[in-house]
């Protein structure tokens, strides 16, 4: 029997569907591992695979009506993100954050005003209460594109007299604090993902410190069983590497990792490092991100994902 403080996905989206802004809060806490791990498949560790979480976890809010099989939540959440990296890699930066949230009409026929628009939406004064939240010039912003038909970068641009570039940076932020917020409205925030998150913390800084140390004490080398294989940069196609020597010859040569952030779920963990390199034979970028896909706790695959050096270019 599921236990009262831990609802399932069913119950949490039944329940945001009902305009319970707080469950739907959970249900993104408990699938962010996935959700960030689809974007970091498609779009490379960076600022874009931020943006499109940020975005997908907005149009989770628009659209979670549109849920049809509740207990199969965290895919349809994983196929938003999915939308809104592909989004980014093909180029299409003009599409608003929240999807077309100003294009929703009542009818053909009645005239696509704001008033309307959000009055459509179950959480319609949670969506009113977070924007007022926002300093005054990320909440303009945010409402000329969202809200208004001065949607463009140049029109929003030439209404607050500020550089297009300026105006993507306060739409980003604002974005950011509108996720942020509706997470934060997660009314049960001991869920199980922050305990499976911590747990992977401590893995993550029991590995750095064991490698270091040049052993793997029991507990951390059954994290990583011989038949565990490094994918994507650092494998070989065709042949299976196991992490373990791979992470210690760049250790050995003088690069060093820290620990800067977790997200972990049942089925994935992602360990997001800050790199430094003095001295050292190999010259890495300045952060990266382990992806490692388990089974039974222990890591079957481990991907690492780099910056996307163009990623800004392609705004």
Known sequence: MTPLDRPTDEQLTLRAQSGETGALGLLLARHQASMRAVALSLLGYGPDAEDALQEAALNALRRIG?????????????????????????????????????????????????????????????????VEELPQQLRLVLMLRHFSGIASYREIAAACEVPVGTVRSRLSQARAKMALALTSTAEQAHDDASVV???????????????????????????????????????????????????????????????????????????????????????????????????????????????????????
């Not at 100003?102 to 026929?109: K, V």
């Not at 069983?225 to 040569?253: F, I, K």
Request: hydrophobic share 40%.
């Open 66 to 130: 549109d849920v049809r099989d509740p207990v199969a939540v965290g895919a349809w959440l994983r196929a938003i993100v999915r939308n809104a990296s592909r989004m980014r890699l093909r180029g299409t930066r003009e599409t608003p954050g929240l999807e077309g949230l100003d294009r929703l009409l009542l009818d053909d026929q009645e005239p696509n005003h704001p008033e309307r628009i959000v009055d459509r939406h179950a959480m319609r004064d949670w969506i009113w209460e977070a």
């Open 197 to 315: 998150t911590e747990g992977s913390r401590q893995e993550a800084e029991a590995t750095l410190r064991a490698w270091e140390s040049g052993g793997l004490p029991r507990e951390i080398s059954e994290l990583w069983p011989v038949e565990s294989e490094m994918v994507g940069a650092l494998g070989r196609p065709g042949e299976h590497v196991h992490p373990v020597p791979v992470m210690r010859r760049y250790l050995e040569d003088g690069v060093r990792q820290h620990l800067r952030h977790v997200v972990a779920g049942r089925s994935i963990a992602i360990w997001e490092m800050d790199v430094t390199h003095d001295g050292a034979l190999h010259v890495c970028p300045p952060n990266f991100a382990w992806l490692m896909f388990r089974r039974e706790g222990r890591v079957e695959r481990l991907r690492v994902v780099f910056p996307q050096p163009l990623a800004q270019e392609r705004r």
